[in-house]
């Protein structure tokens, strides 16, 4: 059964640096997302991106995050200058369609800036 | 503000104790309502969408329902198994072509042998 993967599994970096969280999102899906759960809270929506370019996006998606579609089957999320409260567990997922159509979620990549 | 709401928080039952789980929304223009199953440390995992009120879903011990406000996700005769937390979320309005998902806080089920 095709699945939503993402590398790494676990990143710790020093505050101010950049992170690149990278996602195989599922092959026939043309719509990909990237969430967020800060340990203990609600799963929370950060981005959406369609056709190379970004759908729609939260208020916490500003401009020190930024989403690319390198080549045909990596989906990443960067983080230019890393701050203490990015420090989550970040989750990409992808679907068929945007509305009403199911999303399939990633595992996850855990976030620890120190 | 479109908002989803969870409870109970936590809930704790015996190996085949049947109980519900709620999930009551107010958004703007419900699209679809859809129920993850999350085990720690682990990405949600799907389980069910709802489009409209009166539907119904079943999968093994689970059964999903909707109305206009809420949904409610029954377990009956849960198994340990069964344990995890169980997360609601919603698609809402007109415009929304992004396709964001709302999420609510998540019931943690406990269910003991």
């Known amino acids: 059964e095709p699945e939503v993967t993402q590398t790494p599994s676990h990143q710790v970096t020093q505050m101010g640096q950049e992170v690149i969280l990278r996602c195989v999102p599922i092959s026939n899906h043309l719509y990909f997302y990237w969430y967020r759960q800060i340990l203990g809270q609600k799963v929370e929506f950060l981005v959406s991106?369609?056709?190379?370019?970004?759908?729609?996006k939260s208020e916490i998606f500003d401009d020190q995050f930024s989403v690319e579609r390198p080549d045909g089957s990596n989906f990443t999320l960067k983080i230019r200058s890393t701050k203490l409260e990015d420090s989550a567990m970040y989750f990409c997922?992808?679907?068929?369609?945007?509305?009403?159509?199911?999303?399939?979620f990633g595992p996850g990549t855990r976030l620890l800036v120190l | 503000e479109d908002q989803v709401t969870q409870s109970p928080e936590a809930l704790r039952l015996q190996e085949g104790e049947s109980s519900s789980l709620n999930c009551s929304y107010t958004?703007?223009?419900?699209?679809?309502l859809f129920w993850y199953r999350q085990d720690p440390g682990k990405g949600p995992e799907f389980l069910f969408t709802?489009?409209?009120a009166g539907e119904e879903k079943e999968k093994e011990r689970l059964k999903a329902t909707l109305t206009k406000k809420e949904s409610f996700l029954h377990i009956t005769a849960p198994k340990p198994e069964d344990s995890a937390t169980y997360l609601c979320a919603v698609q809402a309005g007109l415009y929304n072509q992004g396709g964001k998902l709302i999420f609510g806080q998540g019931t943690e089920l406990s269910v003991k042998p």
């Open positions: 997922a992808s679907s068929r369609g945007p509305a009403l159509k199911t999303q399939y």
């Open positions: 709802l489009y409209s």
């Open positions: 958004v703007s223009g419900l699209r679809g």
């Open positions: 991106f369609y056709n190379n370019e970004i759908s729609e």
